[in-house]
């Protein structure tokens, strides 16, 4: 551990973020065509790692099927705008219309509706009647409120998402969610973050979690750092969750957590950067809401975007630079790693000379400032 | 001590700002409702730790009436506007409205008028009426000649406050301020600063201070590193001076000293992060010179920016973006960190899983270039 | 060998880009006409160690005669607009005027016609008739379908170049070019690359190559960061590739493989650093495509450009400075570093004290943030 | 001796420009009426240590007289603008007029006007009968052909500048000067520069020199590192060279050279930088270039900026702040660091506790990326 003195008795470790480092091939080459970018979590299998985030700016019914049917997995807000609107179109246009100054103020609005349990029911049912792989997502506080209606409606996987998570939640108030129990209770696999250190990680593993998120959840719209000055860069962060995975791997006896690493995709190299650090797979939010189909009609927004008393993620405007068929299979018209993530991946795996994404994880890095 | 060699014979210690580090999550999580931000020096409590700095686009007696009613200490600059002229609101609407090419020699202009010893009287008069914590500064140079004025008015406590203030100031025209004497017969606790090493801030200490200043007194409009070429970065002093405050309690036995980081914040998440550094409490200016009471009008400049011959403080810009109480306890209505600083910072501690600021000390922090 | 701990578990080399290094003086000082920069490969001398490199906005036939002319070899891309289309001075035109959003599709639309062999065979000898030292470059893909016209058409100097090439590339549909035996049968000598690796420079030595390109041939305006996540700083990569030189001089008892740094080069300044680093001659694209007799028309973009479904290299404009001419052999008219690159090359080895390209490569340097 | 391993077998040491550094404040302050600015070389004493640089746009005869009232040493440029031009008010407007596209075409024509010998002495004569310490500078190439007329009109100090200057220069083709024997012979102290490191410094001071400039001539506008590659940052080279000076006063016995700074300063700030590093004295050029009075009319450009064939230094836009007497002496009418550079100095002195400029050597520095 790389050990920084911040000033005397104050030490700090240093840590990386996605664009500080890069892949380095090894002395072998391969065919971008004789590579897999399969993904497998609990009983499920996807063609490739790239999981679309609950962002109402990306995820709806609708896009959800899409993507399912593209070969990923997508992830649907429960308690966003689909669940507490009956029109959420309305207001996304709304949204989509808001000046900058005004539209943190449009989210608090739009996000301050209650959640109508029977919308909620309705879409995971949507879902599920598609065919696809259904997951929803839920956080921390809103989990034991709903989840006997999400189970019911038939989720095949149940996502707890939060800006932090942790499996030893303090709070004298009312009694917090015991993760543990939950999980063990629950019939589904259940992924559940975001961390970002190797003991918060290891703690929901042993929670029993089919999956940890690796992250903030704040992605490229959050201002985790600015607002409240927590941030574990990606690179690091990812690397410490792997490290975790490899430990419970061994005192578990032989359970696999999958790691997703959730934030800090800028372009489709940085897919490849999370492998490299040991990611399994990667939840993708801005990258897809550049789909002409994205529900957000070029903009993005985290999910702390209309927080009623603490904003923590800015809109941002995003081009719309094709279809999700083109964002995640291409063919790319433009050099700039926001078309055809699959393709790069592939040949990302190709150029280093890597097989499969297990593989992956092994590539040597380089840091380059 | 992380030592780089300049150059054959010439070391340095590498020293951090705040926007290089960032707070890390502990294992543990709490509810934000749960986590105190009280603060207290000597026999004063307040219900937070962000202290108003004594700039005049910032605090005004009647402005630090409204801040002490938030439930922070202000601190009145008993050397700026308001003792200088009577109506210091005709001074800073000219300041307001003058060219970006012209307004140091306005500045120059308003600060040159004489100090009227019997405003000054008024004006910690009217704070005292009030009923609030009374607080106003001096620079050393003129703490010896009004200091009696000052605690005749009713100050609760005294500040001293320049670019650097040391314990031992070397002078041989004139007898300089015995720092150690003076704080000894003086009947209110003293804050003293800025220092910013280990060394300075003992002595301080040593000689009686209930509270250092860790800075120059310049934060963001400060250019002390372009015209005299000092810096020390603010997370790195902070840390220094909180080694300082552990050591002298150790050596007094017992008398714990109130570090007060003074400058280096930017956005609300720099609150947290100079309390990670070991910070007991945080002054802020232009923050506050945002808010759309503060006498500034939308302008910020520190106390050296109307020096005679050689100006230290741009004036600066600043948006206004919300009332005190909104800048203070929010609701925020925007992302970027400058509203609701004190559900901020208790998020921040909920986040990490810590209950109070001392707490909040030891939490595990990286640095992120 | 610095390593740097991302997480645990996964640590990483620190690696350099040219700028973030420069030469040092050593204590002695040179005339500059007293310098030699004359370079060598096999049996074919050349007043300097610039190359310019295969991309179409660079070397036409008639560029590769007037740069060798100067002095340098040009190498002319034999998959290139030259050998796909019959007039491709009518696409060129056609790539100039493009906008930005739609060059990458029209260069995709240039680079999907088939490549007529014949043409392939009349460019080169075009090139042979001149008397000039004739080059040619292939990709790896591409080299075993037409290396008998190649060949036949009369090169003196066969270039493999891809963004990565391994002598061990593996594929299970079709077969791979058997790199060692492909070059041992072949009768001219062959240069090869890209590669950035200690063990693939290494493998490509072994493989019998007179030459190895080092980069991943995107230069200026290549975007595989973004896109693969692939990267490796070229000092960095130089200087390892170098090393890989001398293991194989002494392995091979006395076998001396050229070391070409290809790409990273955006000012004169940059030809220095690269031998610097080891470098016995350095390819470059940006810097000539500035010339006003370049094919580019003003724009430049590397060969992975038009690529059908994953372009990984931008289309980007250059400014037109001057004449070949001017821009290798002055007189300069600017002190940007973008003209009379042999001149600079020349003073950097007079004012660092050293007389030839070999003795350069030992030149002290600095690393300045 | 930090050293960084660039790749394989080639290791770099970190170096530091005055940017990266900061002073940090002792224990101790002072008045800043109370510190002293004094410099002597030789039997010449000066008020301030800050010299200004033999720069067509900074110097001319009739500014260095004024800027000797103020109390410092002017060096004019004896193979500059007022030796080749009878009348070089015209040549400076025509400069002043250039548009930035063809000024250093304008330069060229300017710099290639021969030197007129008679002109020399003139101007030589002209400061001396002003009675100021007359100082002139030639390139090491000229100093053998001009020098007996300068010295036969009068200067006191004699200073030899060029981009690198070595102790040890290789010429075949006529005969290169020997620095030690012309200084022996010489009957006036001479300056000798630039120099970058150890070994080159301590050659020229065993040459001679009474004092060494640190730096490649370049300054503010110089391009050496994007021409060249050549680079020392100036923090780590001020501070080699002040070791090979203290190197050199115990080999010699007691001979103190004086080290100069010379480049890198772009605010007063970078004043005390440079002395904190180890300089004796500051060699300026844009700072002084920003005077009214200053004959670049606003413009600014290194002594390589009019190179036939290959100009180092660009031609940049300067604003004038002030007086000469106001940018060394103030008042300061703005807080950027570009006015009242003595006072600045002054005030950094007293801020860290140091009473004269060989005591500020001697504080402590950080580094702040």
Not at 47 to 70: M, Q, Y
Not at 262 to 267: C, E, I, N, R, T
Not at 287 to 297: H, Q, V
Request: contains cysteine; hydrophobic residues 40%; proline residues 4%.
């Amino acid at each position: 551990m790389t050990e920084i003195e911040i000033g005397r008795g104050k030490r700090a470790r240093e840590a990386f973020d996605f664009d500080q480092i890069a892949l380095v091939p090894s002395r072998r080459t391969r065919d971008p065509e004789e590579v897999s970018t399969n993904w497998r979590i609990d009983a499920f299998d996807f063609a490739h790692p790239v999981i679309a985030a609950p962002n109402d700016s990306v995820v709806s019914p609708e896009t959800a099927i899409s993507l399912s049917k593209l070969g990923g997995l997508a992830v649907l807000n429960l308690e966003g705008l689909w669940t507490r609107h009956e029109n959420p179109e309305k207001v996304l246009e709304k949204i989509s219309k808001a000046s900058p100054d005004q539209v943190t103020q449009v989210l608090q609005e739009a996000y301050a509706a209650e959640i109508i349990p029977q919308l909620l029911v309705e879409r995971v049912k949507q879902l599920r009647s598609a065919g696809i792989v259904t997951a929803g997502a839920l956080s921390p506080r809103l989990t034991a409120k709903y989840f006997k209606e999400v189970i019911g409606a038939g989720v095949d996987l149940f996502i707890i998402r939060g800006s932090t998570v942790s499996a030893e939640h303090v709070a004298t108030i009312g009694e917090p969610l015991n993760l543990k129990k939950f999980i063990y209770e629950l019939e589904v696999p259940v992924i559940v973050g975001g961390c970002a250190t190797y003991q918060a990680a290891l703690h929901l593993m042993r929670a029993g979690a089919a999956g940890v998120l690796v992250g903030f959840g704040g992605g490229s719209s959050g201002t985790t750092k600015s607002v409240l000055g927590v941030k574990v860069p990606m690179a690091t962060a990812v690397a410490d969750v792997a490290a975790a995975r490899r430990d419970y791997l061994d005192e578990s006896g032989g359970r696999y957590t999958q790691v997703i690493s959730d934030g800090g995709v800028h372009s489709t190299g940085d897919i490849a950067k999370a492998i490299a650090c040991g990611a399994d797979a990667v939840m993708v939010g801005s990258m897809l809401a550049k789909a002409t189909e994205a529900p957000g009609r070029g903009y993005h927004w985290g999910v702390e975007g209309g927080h009623p008393t603490l904003p923590r993620a800015s809109t941002i405007h995003v081009d719309s630079v094709g279809s999700f068929s083109e964002i995640l299979q291409g063919p790319a018209i433009s050099a700039n790693g926001s078309m055809n993530a699959i393709g790069a991946l592939r040949r990302s795996m190709a150029t280093c000379g890597y097989s499969d994404i297990k593989e992956l994880q092994r590539v040597e890095i380089v840091v380059s400032q």
